[in-house]
Structures are given as structure tokens and as C-alpha cells.
Nanobody, 116 residues
Framework: QVQLVESGGGLVQPGGSLRLSCAAS????????MGWYRQAPGKQRELVAR???????NYADSVKGRFTLSRDNVKNTVYLQMNSLKPEDTAVYYC??????????WGEGTQVTVSS
């Protein structure tokens, strides 16, 4: 099993920045990918960004050029640097890990609110 601890959410003004962190513990070996999803009220959860164990990344079109996902293998932590935030980015952000290609673990979620 994998446990995830998220941090970094909060309230920011449009155009501001936040950095989300997700630290994984437990059965670290076997994790294929880590990333962030988000869910706004009334909408389905969607992929924001993901990074594989090989270092390749995927981003939602809506965040490309604004968000950057990075990984610290020593700390077993991924970081989502979010710049030029928009009100549309407001959502609960969930850390996610893919384990052994078929299991998924989720963090409890951290609120990101972008408002003037």
C-alpha cells in the first residue's frame, strides 16, 4: 500500500502561483507514475499532470505552459508548480499514484481557490 500526503493548497489571486507537494510512503517500489488530478464542483475529476517512473510527463491542455510537474526520487515527492493561475483552476486537487500498472492510490485532496 501507498500513503500520500499533500500540501500547498490555498487561496490565491488570478495570476498568482502555488506549489503543491505530494509525498509518497509505504511500498514505493512498484510505483509507475505519480500525478495530480482535480475536481471542481459539478465536474468530473480530470487529469492535470502526470509523471512516469521514466520521467515522461503528461499535461492537460488547459494547464500546458502554466503548470510544471517535477519529481524528487530521494524524497519520493512530486511537486506541481502552478503559475498564472486562473479562476477556472479552482478545484480540489488530488495526488494519485499508479502502482504495478493496475492499482491506484489517492490523496485526500487539497483545495486550490483562485479568486480576486
Amino acid at each position: 500500500q501507498v500513503q500520500l500526503v499533500e500540501s500547498g493548497g490555498g487561496l490565491v489571486q488570478p495570476g498568482g502561483s502555488l506549489r503543491l507537494s505530494c509525498a509518497a510512503s509505504g511500498s514505493i517500489i512498484g510505483i509507475n507514475a505519480m500525478g495530480w488530478y482535480r475536481q471542481a464542483p459539478g465536474k468530473q475529476r480530470e487529469l492535470v499532470a502526470r509523471i512516469t517512473s521514466g520521467g515522461s510527463t503528461n499535461y492537460a491542455d488547459s494547464v500546458k505552459g502554466r503548470f510544471t510537474l517535477s519529481r524528487d526520487n530521494v524524497k519520493n515527492t512530486v511537486y506541481l508548480q502552478m503559475n498564472s493561475l486562473k479562476p477556472e483552476d479552482t478545484a480540489v486537487y488530488y495526488c494519485n499514484v499508479q502502482y504495478r500498472l493496475r492499482y491506484y492510490y489517492w490523496g485526500e485532496g487539497t483545495q486550490v481557490t483562485v479568486s480576486s
